[in-house]
């Protein structure tokens, strides 16, 4: 069973910085595409990036230019660096593991105006 702990959350004000991470339990993480994803009060839950084993990168339009992901295989550890933020990316940021569909337990994150 891969467990996932996520870490990096808190309150910023718009235009500041957090970087997330998430941390796996299983040497598996490494052959995996690993995805942040968000929910936000009243809304579904929604692919903020995802790097796949090899590197490639997709993000969402939403976060384009401002949000970095990235995956350190050596410590199991993939990072989502949060820049220019804004109060409409208030939410829980999950980590998810997608070959095992494994998610963490979330990690919130508020912006203020």
């Known amino acids: 069973q891969v467990q996932l702990v996520e870490s990096g959350g808190g309150l910023v004000q718009a235009g500041g910085s957090l970087r997330l991470s998430c941390v796996g339990t299983?040497?598996?993480?490494?052959?995996?595409?690993m995805g942040w994803y968000r929910q936000a009060p009243g809304k579904q839950r929604e692919l903020v990036a995802t790097?796949?084993?090899?590197?490639?990168?997709n993000y969402a339009d939403s976060v384009k230019d401002r949000f970095t992901i990235s995956r350190d295989n050596a410590k199991n550890t993939v990072y989502l660096q949060m820049n220019s933020l804004k109060p409409e990316d208030t939410a829980v940021y999950y980590c998810?593991?997608?070959?095992?569909?494994?998610w963490g337990q979330g990690t919130q994150v508020t912006v203020s105006a």
């Open positions: 790097i796949t084993a090899g590197g490639s990168i």
């Open positions: 299983r040497a598996i993480f490494r052959l995996s595409t």
């Open positions: 998810n593991v997608q070959i095992t569909g494994t």
